[in-house]
């Protein structure tokens, strides 16, 4: 054993669904001896066969390193976690529509893992849980319990966990901070050591930042639109100083996946129980309503000439159904959520999405027929509608589009394509906040 291999820690991962995956994988990848461990056994044996069921870039690579070095294994069986020095939930919390989480299968973990961990083994919290949750595991352990959220983004999961921007431990125990604190020697990544309370906030606080930051750009899109000015050029403006950062500045459809949507609500009811001012952050999440409403009635605009033209039998072609480019993902999709409007006003959808084969999308059956050959979604048309920003829409046909579709409109929600080319193929071209 090398000295390196000597500092390493044999890990116990509870929960193989994607931030578990990746946590495992990568802290394989780091040296450490690591043990997923999933009530799911169908998921584990696939696990165990090197199979990825969720896309994201160099998780499988990762997998396999994991598997081949047997650093890392899976199994269903919990004693496996008698041997771990860190035990890292990675369960999911389910957040209902009013905020609040489910915490059973979270509960459910921690007491079956309780009897068999070993006695200095140090539980580190990185599913996303309401605040006080990391101090109330503690309390039912009888042992310490460590914060250690994650600020993984869909698409770039492997990456991020390996290049993070910042390393949180929120524990009250010195000894076990510093031993969750040492999973990640190695990285370059500044550590942030703080109580468990301000460690979960502190995860909740910054993606409703990231939502009420999505959310501003949203609504100044739409001043820009009444005033006469291009968003493209204010956000330029806006990126280049280094307090506002020159990220999450893109107006769209709305922000949407299986995180910001769930932890915003989360923040929300957190803070009403909490008795705190939550107008600005309710106001995010309202605006983000409201933009769903903006961009339905931008494209009754631009395909009827009125914000409130019947839309009745009219076929629309749109352009993107997941969240955001780069997944496959349409949880709380705004993509849908325009979506449902457009079908609410008589629209008939059809779909195209490179993340999304045409069979395999419960949350598009009944309101898009998604086909897999973008003409398809052209031919008839009386519209198109950009929702997802995905790169390759910039280099299609837009001529052979524009041909295929009743009437050459496009309403691009995302300011992904070049206004000048689509004029040019005969598209009668929309922006937002343009
Ligand atoms: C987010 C956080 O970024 C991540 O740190 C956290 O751990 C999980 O939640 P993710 O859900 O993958 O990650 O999505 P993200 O890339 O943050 O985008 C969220 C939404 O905002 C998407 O719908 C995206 O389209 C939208 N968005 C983002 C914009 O509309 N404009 C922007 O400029 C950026």
Known sequence: ????????????????GYVGLTTAACLAHLGHRVTGV?????????????????????????????????????????????????????????????????????DAAVDAAAPVLAAHCVVA??????????????????????SNPEFLREGHAAHDFLHPDRIVVGGSDPDAASRVASLYDG????????????????????????????????????????????????TDVMRLDPRIGSTFLSPGPGWG????????????????EAGADVALLADAVAANERQHERMARKVRQAVTGSPEGSLHGVRLGLLGVTFKAGTDDVRDSPALAVAQRLAAA?????????????????????????VDDVTLVAKDAAGL??????????????????????????????????????????FTYFGLGR
């Open 1 to 16: 054993m090398s000295d390196h291999d000597r500092d390493r820690c044999t890990v116990g991962v509870v929960g193989t």
């Open 38 to 106: 999933d009530i799911d056994a169908r998921k584990v044996a696939v696990l165990r066969r090197g199979d990825v069921p969720i896309a994201e870039p160099g998780l499988d690579t990762l997998v396999a390193d994991g598997l081949a070095t047997r650093r890392l294994t899976f199994t269903t069986d919990l004693t496996a976690l008698a041997e771990a020095d860190v035990v890292v939930l990675c369960v999911p919390t389910p957040t209902g529509p009013d905020g609040t989480a489910d915490l059973r299968a979270y």
């Open 125 to 146: 919290v990185k599913s996303t849980v309401p605040v006080g949750t990391t101090t109330r595991t503690a309390r039912r352990l009888g042992r310490p319990a460590v």
């Open 187 to 234: 990285l370059t990544a500044p550590v942030v050591h703080t109580d468990p309370v301000s460690s979960e906030l502190a995860k909740y606080a910054s993606n409703a930042f990231l939502a009420l930051k999505v959310s501003y750009v949203n609504v100044l899109a739409d001043l820009c639109e009444r005033l006469g000015a291009d968003v493209v050029d204010v």
């Open 257 to 272: 996946g299986s995180c910001l949507p769930k932890d915003t609500r989360a923040l929300l009811h957190t803070a009403t």
């Open 346 to 370: 008589g629209a008939v959808l059809t779909g195209y999405d490179p993340g999304v084969d045409r069979d395999g999308c419960p949350g598009t059956h009944g309101l898009v027929q998604l």
């Open 385 to 426: 509608v950009l929702l997802t920003e995905w790169p390759q829409f910039r280099d299609l046909d837009w001529a052979h589009l524009a041909e295929l579709t009743d009437r050459a409109t496009i309403v691009d929600t995302r300011n992904l394509l070049d206004p000048p080319t689509l004029t040019r193929a005969g």
